[in-house]
């Protein structure tokens, strides 16, 4: 049962809602993934930043820890030219705040993800 716990988490981490939707819990899953993959979504259309690993200032840190709860759109944005944020336009902040909050908000769904495969949670 850890295992399936912890697989789930991993699960709902690398695509928001997953972990819920392997757990038959769709509805939840499905709306865990839209509003998530929306608010991401919309931080990219406003010109927001997916910062990559850079330790030179330590509120970076903070930062990458918050973009890798995008785990998939972290991976893509390391891979395609997406995310590279357009610091010309005035919703630049709110767009990489977006991104960042959807980041964190994802780690909160994997850990219930995680609480419901241990039984804690239903």
């Not at 819920?20 to 979504?41: D, N, P, T």
């Not at 995310?83 to 994802?106: D, M, P, R, W």
Request: aromatic content about 14%; some cysteine.
């Amino acid at each position: 049962m850890k295992i399936k716990a912890w697989l789930c988490f991993l699960a709902g981490w690398f695509i928001p809602g997953l972990g819920h939707i392997v757990q038959k819990k769709f509805l939840r899953g499905l709306i865990f993934f839209a509003c998530i993959a929306g608010m991401a979504g919309l931080g990219l259309a406003m010109g927001g930043k997916i910062y990559s690993f850079r330790f030179d200032n330590p509120l970076m840190v903070l930062t990458v820890f918050a973009d890798l709860g995008n785990s998939l759109l972290f991976l893509l944005a390391r891979l395609l030219p997406i995310g590279q944020g357009v610091l010309e336009k005035s919703t630049f902040e709110f767009g990489t705040t977006y991104i960042a909050g959807a980041g964190l908000l994802n780690y909160l769904v994997a850990l219930d993800a995680f609480d419901i495969a241990r039984g804690k949670k239903s």
